[in-house]
């Protein structure tokens, strides 16, 4: 099987070569890392000759997290924001970008969220002007995020999507995408969104290192992409090689990979 980890901030890995070359023993031939502030963005985007020799392939998206913005304060927020500005065309896409209603800042209604909402608009104008992707985190706030995605008129990617069906029916009728996490395993929203949504739209991703429950109570690396794919082609009653054709050929797609990789 081959398969791409579509989204996972691989800055945060320890002990990164040894993960990417055990990706790379299972199958996985890219993984696409995602920027949270202006550091882990220039290592993104750094990544990509990096680790060539190792057998897998790394892209770099970059974006200022929404949960970045507390502790960068104005100053921060602004250089993050320049800097990705200046280097979008170099990205595959910007993200992880997006809105968190339920950090604490942002728990109802006021400055947290006009803050969120500022910094998540701004970037979605560099993706547009830069014909970008974008890579969306969007906890608690699935509504407004594809409302403004709607607005921007951009590609989105809803990562880690989990949001109620209303939502999910919307953004699939926008064309736009979902990915899969091993939160698959236990997670019975997580498990809905995939259900309801067409192979051609799903993409697999790890979110590493995060820590998920149930199987995978332990930090989350890219090599465990390929299970979530299995678990993708068990949700969806189909063989193993058909859903890994799938997310393969949609990550492909969405982040415009060399075409060479399918
Ligand atoms: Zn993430």
Not at 91 to 114: F, K, Q, S, T
């Amino acid at each position: 099987m081959k398969a791409i980890d579509s989204h996972a901030h691989l800055e945060e890995l320890k002990d990164l070569e040894s993960c990417l070359r055990r990706a790379a023993s299972r199958g996985v031939i890219a993984v696409v890392t995602a920027g949270s502030d202006a550091s882990s963005s220039r290592f993104a985007l750094e990544a990509r000759s990096r680790f060539k020799e190792l057998g897998i392939q790394v892209f770099g998206a970059i974006g200022l997290h929404p949960w970045s913005l507390r502790e960068l304060g104005r100053d921060g927020i602004e250089e993050a924001l320049d800097f990705i500005e200046a280097r979008a065309g170099e990205a595959v896409a910007i993200g992880e970008v997006g809105l968190d209603y339920w950090l604490p800042e942002a728990r109802r209604d006021g400055e947290g969220r006009r803050l969120q909402r500022e910094v998540f608009a701004r970037q979605l104008r560099i993706a547009r002007k830069a014909e970008k992707p974008v890579v969306v985190h969007s906890r608690g706030a699935w509504k407004d995020c594809l409302e403004m995605v709607k607005e921007a008129e951009v590609e989105a990617l809803f990562h880690w999507f989990s949001g109620p069906l209303e939502v999910l029916k919307e953004l699939l009728a926008c064309g736009y995408c979902v990915s899969a996490t091993l939160a698959l395993d236990y997670s019975e929203e997580h498990r809905r969104v995939i259900l309801n949504t067409p192979l051609s739209r799903i993409l697999s991703e790890t979110d590493s290192p995060v820590r998920y429950k149930g199987r995978f109570n332990r930090e989350a690396e890219p090599a465990d992409v390929v299970d979530v794919v299995a678990m993708i082609a068990s949700l969806k009653e189909v063989g193993l090689e058909e859903a890994a054709k799938h997310c393969l050929n949609n990550a492909i797609r969405f982040y415009s990979l060399p075409s060479e990789l399918g």
